[in-house]
């Protein structure tokens, strides 16, 4: 009888963990979708994998924002670069305001594609942000002067 008493307390824990589990995931959901909706968020970059190269792990800092009208880029870059920039530095550093902004929904992903172009002094990038019901997101650089270079990040909180 004890032991039928603990093997019961035992399944009713796991029910209870399996149910907290289930709405921190609609919560998270919830909260991508809204940052997602309202334009306001941040994807804090973990890897670089540059065209033909394997995953580099990054150090803590860099990010895309998008905040509005306009996205802000410090992200680091590897890669050929058919033309170097004036001021000597290197990465993709921006604060512009996006054109061709476009946000779709997707069913069959689970999450968004987010499209954009910016232009800057130096250079025009075109990114293509794939963000996950859970904030996992790949961002993909497309750029006029080097080769493309593909980030994975998560959404920061």
Request: charged share 20%; glycine share 8%; aromatic share 14%.
């Amino acid at each position: 009888m004890k032991t039928h008493l603990i093997y019961l307390a035992l399944v009713f824990q796991l029910f209870i963990t399996s149910c907290k589990s289930i709405k921190t995931d609609a919560v998270v959901v919830r909260d991508v979708n809204s940052k997602v909706q309202s334009k306001d968020f941040t994807i804090e970059v973990k890897y670089a994998n540059p065209s033909g190269v394997g995953h580099i792990n990054l150090s803590y800092g860099y990010d895309l924002r998008i905040k509005n009208d306009s996205a802000f880029a410090y992200l680091p870059y590897y890669g050929v670069a058919y033309s170097a920039p004036f001021n000597g530095e290197g990465g993709i550093k921006f604060a512009e305001l996006m054109t061709e902004y476009t946000c779709v929904n997707t069913k069959k992903s689970d999450g968004w594609d987010i499209h954009f172009k910016v232009k800057s002094k130096e250079n025009g990038y075109d990114i293509r942000l794939n963000m996950f019901e859970n904030g996992n997101s790949t961002i993909t650089v497309n750029s006029f002067n080097r080769q493309s270079i593909t980030f994975y990040g998560e959404l920061k909180e």
